[in-house]
């Protein structure tokens, strides 16, 4: 077991109508607030309305049109901008993880005199950031229980984890019920999102009993509940029981002591978004399955015969290959049962442009130190195999 | 699932060698510290002039000899005046959960003007409290991860369960080193109690798949560890996974969203250690099967037949009452392998006092509200079947 050291200082307001303690938790932080969203979907929610209601005596300025995969320009760069010009003393963020993930960037690069990417691609190290407070919509990131953001460059295709730990958001709202309305797609994207946190942290050396069983019991809560929630979109258990198992997802609570795994799944996902902005969830589960064929060894299976004995349930007495195989196998049938397009001929990406993200995946996210050492030419064929 | 408020602010600094860090945490929050501990185990340990040579630029006070079972006189008494006659700005505990539990509620008591059994007895809320940062020795009560102690009043036979938002530690210090000269008695009674926090929590009504399985998790890994420490007390390993495993314990995370059960086993024992000083780990180890067998019936069967199969890998397709009480004889197998004594007058507790501590327990503990009612007469012969 290796040493830790772990803090979230982030509260959890969890429940239906949990945002009516916003008042309180913004008062004691900020007068002046930078109030940043997506698109109209806070607005048909009743959402926004909600929020301007409950801060009636907060000066409020806004930041909207925030995207999936958030861009670093304009998003980031217009929401340092306004900061700074308003004196903004609080970042409310209401929507998805990315709304979050973009307030993130945003707390840090307020707090700096100069160009935000130098924090975001570390050159420099933040000292200090705004305070966070967020409304989450979506089940997916887990965001709202962690310190880090994932920021795109559209002109160099980079797609960064930034974490820092000043960012954990001071106070994070989630209402299950604001998940009602979340279509199925991104329900089933953000399942595998969360997902993949999970196995992510799964799939490790020396890892604990305790976290082992922490992640099976994450990965079977997922899976029952997504099915719930894409049977009936307002099942207030289901949405509520995926939610928070997606809060869990990158806190760092399923895998303290653990070995660290590299995040290939991430790693090389990251490229995929980067370069054809696709759904990070989709992308995500369509290399899974193809990643653990790929990395299915000696070394490995015994790991993967823990996944199929207890995350499926599968007959432990079974030859160990035989079980591995058809835990992955399981995995992909999931996957595709919940409505992910499988592969990625499906969402848009040929063969094209496959060696080119394999070389940026190669050279930018050291997968040659990850739990099963990744390198250029074994990324390519776990992109192709994927195709 | 049930709404929920979650902070959790405590720093948890884990592992071997842990303990350098202390200067660095402390430093940022002040340089008059109150030192407390128990006898004279940290001093074998090398622990105390370690944690005196580490803070050679501290103002340091010393309150030593809290017991087990922290009494509230003297030594919360005694603590509480050092820290107004010293103006002291953080406390420092070094030892067990009864160090830590007995320390805030001397932070809580230092920061009130009137008698610390105001707040201790919930007559009056605490406004503030010392900050606390601990160095645990034992794995046992979580006190390290939550904001909750138990204190002693001996004059009354009171044992209360104290607990304020304003208690939680700033910074635990964990290093399962410290862990390898605990005694086999007091290993297994950490195990027991540590296993009882989370069947408190599993046994309740309206659980969530997620929180059952970090529960069932938590059981395994504190059995298998608990006995990989007995079997070699320096297994740095099962010393640090039993480590954490309790800290989980109270802090809320295996049970965020369930209904809340009224932890019974620990109602009960509370009493029984405040009238007869025993081990509480071992007195929870007696009650609990006793107390299993008492509720065990239509309504409970369903969680028993989970408990019994998740936990202990009983044959599903047994008829539920066989799965059932397999568990709970299996439960009892486990403390009485791991060395505890399993009947109370085998810890010096005869008939005598029965009916009155079950009176106590009746009148002060709100079990007519638990997962299962509990009456007094139901408590007498809980009780009854643990002589």
Same mark, same amino acid.
């Given at each position: 077991?290796?040493?830790?050291?772990?803090?979230?200082?982030?509260?959890?307001?969890? *429940?239906?109508?949990?945002?009516?303690?916003?008042?309180?938790?913004?008062?004691?932080?900020?007068?002046?607030?930078?109030?940043?969203?997506?698109?109209?979907?806070?607005?048909?929610?009743?959402?926004?309305?909600?929020?301007? =209601? %409950?801060?009636?005596?907060? =000066?409020?300025?806004?930041?909207?049109?925030?995207?999936?995969?958030?861009? +670093?320009?304009?998003?980031?760069?217009?929401?340092?901008?306004? &900061?700074?010009?308003? *004196?903004?003393?609080?970042?409310?963020?209401?929507?998805?993880?990315?709304? %979050? /993930?973009?307030?993130?960037?945003?707390?840090?690069?307020?707090?700096?005199?100069?160009?935000?990417? /130098?924090?975001?691609?570390?050159?420099?190290?933040?000292?200090?950031?705004?305070?966070?407070?967020?409304?989450?919509?979506?089940?997916?990131?887990?965001?709202?229980?962690?310190?880090?953001?994932? $920021?795109?460059?559209? =002109?160099?295709?980079?797609?960064?984890?930034?974490?820092?730990?000043? %960012?954990?958001?001071?106070?994070?709202?989630?209402?299950?019920?604001?998940?009602?309305?979340?279509?199925?797609?991104?329900? @089933?994207?953000?399942?595998?999102?969360?997902?993949?946190?999970?196995?992510?942290?799964?799939? @490790?050396?020396?890892?604990?009993?305790?976290?082992?069983?922490? &992640?099976?019991?994450?990965?079977?809560?997922?899976?029952?509940?997504?099915?719930?929630?894409?049977?009936?979109?307002?099942?207030?258990?289901?949405?509520?029981?995926?939610?928070?198992?997606?809060?869990?997802?990158?806190?760092?609570? +399923?895998?303290?002591?653990?070995?660290?795994?590299?995040?290939?799944?991430?790693?090389?996902?990251?490229?995929?978004?980067?370069?054809?902005?696709?759904?990070?969830?989709?992308?995500?589960?369509? $290399?899974?399955?193809?990643?653990?064929?790929?990395?299915?060894?000696?070394?490995?299976?015994?790991?993967?015969?823990?996944?199929?004995?207890?995350?499926?349930? $599968? /007959?432990?007495?079974?030859?160990?290959?035989?079980?591995?195989?058809?835990?992955?196998?399981?995995?992909?049938?999931?996957?595709?049962?919940?409505?992910?397009?499988?592969?990625?001929?499906?969402?848009?990406?040929?063969?094209?442009?496959?060696? =080119?993200?394999?070389?940026? $995946?190669?050279?930018?996210?050291?997968?040659?130190?990850?739990?099963?050492? %990744?390198?250029?030419?074994?990324?390519?064929?776990?992109?192709?195999?994927?195709?």
């Amino acid at each position: 077991m290796r040493n830790f050291d772990y803090h979230t200082p982030t509260r959890l307001v969890f *429940g239906k109508d949990a945002i009516n303690k916003l008042p309180e938790v913004m008062s004691q932080i900020g007068k002046k607030v930078l109030l940043t969203y997506g698109g109209g979907s806070i607005k048909k929610l009743g959402l926004y309305d909600k929020v301007k =209601e %409950l801060l009636k005596d907060f =000066e409020i300025v806004e930041l909207s049109g925030i995207q999936p995969n958030p861009k +670093y320009d304009p998003s980031v760069l217009e929401g340092v901008r306004l &900061c700074k010009e308003n *004196g903004i003393e609080v970042i409310l963020a209401v929507g998805g993880g990315s709304v %979050l /993930d973009c307030s993130k960037a945003i707390a840090a690069g307020a707090k700096y005199a100069g160009d935000p990417w /130098d924090l975001i691609s570390y050159k420099v190290k933040a000292q200090a950031a705004l305070p966070i407070v967020d409304i989450i919509t979506l089940a997916a990131t887990g965001s709202e229980y962690d310190c880090g953001g994932v $920021i795109s460059r559209t =002109e160099t295709n980079d797609k960064i984890g930034y974490m820092d730990s000043h %960012l954990y958001p001071v106070c994070s709202f989630l209402d299950p019920t604001y998940t009602f309305t979340v279509s199925k797609k991104q329900t @089933a994207a953000g399942c595998a999102d969360a997902m993949n946190h999970i196995m992510e942290q799964y799939f @490790a050396e020396d890892t604990t009993l305790l976290n082992d069983g922490f &992640c099976e019991a994450g990965l079977k809560s997922l899976m029952v509940n997504a099915k719930a929630c894409l049977a009936n979109p307002e099942d207030y258990r289901a949405r509520a029981e995926m939610m928070f198992a997606c809060t869990l997802g990158c806190n760092g609570i +399923y895998s303290l002591g653990n070995s660290p795994s590299g995040w290939p799944l991430h790693a090389m996902e990251h490229a995929l978004s980067a370069y054809y902005d696709i759904t990070h969830g989709e992308g995500l589960a369509i $290399i899974t399955p193809r990643w653990m064929k790929y990395v299915l060894s000696d070394k490995t299976v015994d790991r993967f015969v823990k996944y199929g004995v207890n995350v499926f349930g $599968i /007959d432990n007495t079974l030859d160990k290959y035989e079980i591995a195989n058809e835990a992955i196998e399981m995995t992909y049938a999931f996957f595709e049962e919940v409505g992910i397009p499988m592969h990625l001929k499906d969402v848009g990406i040929g063969e094209e442009r496959i060696d =080119e993200m394999a070389h940026h $995946i190669a050279v930018n996210e050291g997968l040659d130190r990850a739990y099963i050492p %990744l390198l250029e030419e074994d990324i390519a064929k776990i992109l192709r195999a994927s195709l």
